[in-house]
């Protein structure tokens, strides 16, 4: 008889046990899984930041977030933004886009007009609802992280189809991306009546 009892308490302290390692391994496995996720995505921006933005022209849409997310520095002017879509997924009322971005801000250098600060050929992804009239509406923004984990990063924020592009060929958007810039910036340099040259490298 006590020889049963102890038995049955043996059983019930293993049970206790075996049900204790298993809630662990299982709390371990899920918070791997969040990490492994968020490990090579850095969402820089989101819609509690720019929630005003409802705009039925994505194009439109990706420039003032681009434009919101800088800041003129002590020299600068004027904020631009240049960026070239790669490719976009449309769900129901859900817009993710592939881009290529670049952005700065323009100040002057004795009579050149010239970036003073900025950001060059960045992959980015960014994402949108769409409501029922079409308009837009910012949510976030994603950027590769630096260092090591940058090819990672993009890996994972990247479609299979666009890893070539925004790892090895991201410069043969910088023409494209540069006109934009440069037009932003002339029409600053028009609105004061200056003829500085403009000048991005």
């Excluded at 206790?16 to 918070?31: E, R």
């Amino acid at each position: 008889m006590i020889n049963n009892m102890k038995l049955m308490k043996n059983k019930k302290v293993l049970f206790i046990i075996v049900g204790t390692l298993a809630i662990v391994i299982l709390y371990i496995l899920l918070t791997s899984e969040n990490s492994k996720n968020s490990e090579y995505e850095v969402e820089t921006l989101n819609s509690n930041q720019y929630n005003q933005i409802h705009i039925d022209n994505l194009n439109t849409a990706i420039s003032k977030v681009l434009i919101n997310e800088q800041t003129l520095n002590d020299n600068g002017k004027v904020l631009t933004e240049g960026h070239v879509i790669l490719d976009k997924e449309e769900r129901d009322n859900y817009i993710k886009v592939y881009l290529i971005a670049s952005g700065g801000s323009f100040g002057f250098e004795g009579n050149t007009f010239t970036i003073t600060s900025g950001y060059s050929l960045i992959p980015m992804v960014m994402d949108f609802s769409k409501d029922e009239n079409g308009n837009l509406r910012f949510i976030k923004k994603q950027e590769p992280m630096d260092g090591s984990y940058y090819i990672k990063s993009l890996k994972n924020m990247f479609p299979h189809n666009l890893h070539k592009t925004v790892i090895h060929e991201t410069e043969r958007y910088r023409e494209d991306i540069e006109k934009q810039q440069k037009i932003q910036a002339n029409n600053y340099l028009n609105s004061i009546n200056s003829n500085a040259k403009i000048k991005i490298n």
